[in-house]
């Protein structure tokens, strides 16, 4: 089993911007690696398995579920499931690499509470539930009824903000660029 080592753990509802910002701090020497997660959804978009997500059919999630293959994971919608291998967390602190994960809320404070203080978890907050229909409108990749879904979602996710590290509003990207990038220099003494 490889030595523990430091997570990083960013939430958000959908169209957030987490993503952006997990790849921002991809791109800088900090000595980061992003943690793949599973899922049992289907690809969307140019998404790409093993380097997006690892997409698995139900059955094999199920399986893994069963083989305590994850550190957590849960059933975010109705069919789909999203969940953090173990394997994929050992092989990345195998390398000396602290994790990042972008991650939905309940995920992200499963894995908070499962590594406590090597852990360093931001929910990244939308401006406001108007701009954040704007951006998953401005996705074109969901339906009229999935926008709806996440929306009322997005509402559950930040009523439980409060049990972050930090909440990081994302109102300029820019500005939450280098705020996400401060957070993440000082937890990680760099």
Known sequence: M?????????????GSGKT????????????IEFSISATSRAPRGEEVDGKDYYFLSEEDFKKRVIHGDFLEWEEVYSGTMYGTLRSEVERIWE??????????VVGGLNLKSLYGDAALSIFVMPPSMEELEKRLR?????????????????????????????????????????????????????
């Open 2 to 14: 490889a030595k523990q080592g430091k997570l990083l753990i960013f939430s958000a509802p959908s």
């Open 20 to 31: 952006t910002l997990v790849r921002f701090l991809l791109s800088l020497d900090l000595g």
């Open 95 to 104: 390398k000396g690499n602290a994790v990042i994960f972008d991650m939905d």
């Open 138 to 190: 401005g996705r074109q990749t969901d339906s009229e009824d999935k926008i709806r879904q996440r929306l009322a979602k997005a509402r559950k996710e930040i009523g439980r903000s409060d049990r972050f590290d930090h909440i990081l509003l994302n109102n300029d990207l820019a500005t939450a660029k280098k705020e996400a990038e401060s957070l993440v220099r000082l937890f990680l003494g760099k």
